[in-house]
């Protein structure tokens, strides 16, 4: 079992940037592939990154490109998504989710196994 909680979302002006953290406790975090993923009010949960166990491997969805950067700590047991240049289409809110498969397809959500309960990102104009 692992447990996430997102924290670092708010409301904020267009232009400006975010930093979002994930902090993972339980099974042993490295053994981990680590999505981010959005959902806006009417909308499916989208894909926003996604980093393999070791860091080395970062990939981007078409909302992050360019834009966002996912990293993540073992050490610290955290996955972090800095967000700039943020747009009110980015307003939605943000999980964390953890998965232990073999990270084929980690844009997709059925590949994960846990998610936080998300943080809210609100983006005015």
């Known amino acids: 079992q692992v447990q996430l909680v997102e924290s670092g979302g708010g409301l904020v002006q267009a232009g400006s940037s975010l930093r979002l953290s994930c902090a993972a406790s339980?099974?042993?975090?490295?053994?981990?592939?680590m999505g981010w993923f959005r959902q806006a009010p009417g909308q499916e949960r989208e894909y926003v990154a996604a980093?393999?166990?070791?860091?080395?491997?970062?990939y981007y969805g078409a909302p992050a490109k360019g834009r966002f950067t996912i990293s993540r700590d073992n050490a610290k047991n955290t996955v972090t998504l800095q967000m700039n240049r943020l747009e009110p289409e980015d307003t939605a809110v943000y999980y964390c989710?953890?998965?232990?498969?073999?990270?084929?397809?980690?844009?997709?959500?059925?590949?994960?196994?846990?998610w936080g309960q998300g943080t809210q990102v609100t983006v005015s104009s």
């Open positions: 989710a953890a998965s232990g498969g073999l990270g084929y397809r980690l844009n997709s959500s059925k590949d994960y196994d846990y």
């Open positions: 339980g099974r042993s975090f490295s053994n981990y592939h």
């Open positions: 980093i393999s166990w070791d860091g080395v491997n970062t």
